[in-house]
Nanobody, 124 residues
Framework: QVQLVESGGGLVQPGGSLRLSCAASGRTLSSYSLGWFRQVPGKEREFVAAIGWSGLSAYKTDSLKGRFTISSDNAKNTAYLQMNSLKPEDTAVYYC?????????????????WGQGTQVTVSS
């Protein structure tokens, strides 16, 4: 079993920044990829970014890649999502997930473990 705990969400003004953390415990994640998804009420959960254990990363879109950066600290079993230039449309619950994939995967169906989510609200 893998337990994932997100932190770092909150209320931020447009143009501001937040860094989300995803702490994993239960087993080493040396053969897992970690991903970030987000969801707003009434919509499907959507892929944001993912990173493989080797450091290879993937993002939803190039424009998102320019504002968000995913990283990981293998020694701490922790992944991060640095979010800059936040927009109101980034408001969502952000979820961390772990997949038994060596390379980052965008398909939520490939993820085996999920955190409880952390709310990010971008508003003035």
């Amino acid at each position: 079993q893998v337990q994932l705990v997100e932190s770092g969400g909150g209320l931020v003004q447009p143009g501001g920044s937040l860094r989300l953390s995803c702490a994993a415990s239960g087993r080493t994640l040396s053969s897992y990829s970690l991903g970030w998804f987000r969801q707003v009420p009434g919509k499907e959960r959507e892929f944001v970014a993912a990173i493989g254990w080797s450091g290879l990363s993937a993002y939803k879109t190039d424009s998102l890649k320019g504002r968000f950066t995913i990283s990981s600290d293998n020694a701490k079993n922790t992944a991060y999502l640095q979010m800059n230039s936040l927009k109101p449309e980034d408001t969502a619950v952000y979820y961390c997930a772990a997949a038994r994939w060596l390379t980052p995967t965008t398909n939520p169906g490939n993820y085996n473990y999920w955190g409880q989510g952390t709310q990010v609200t971008v508003s003035s």
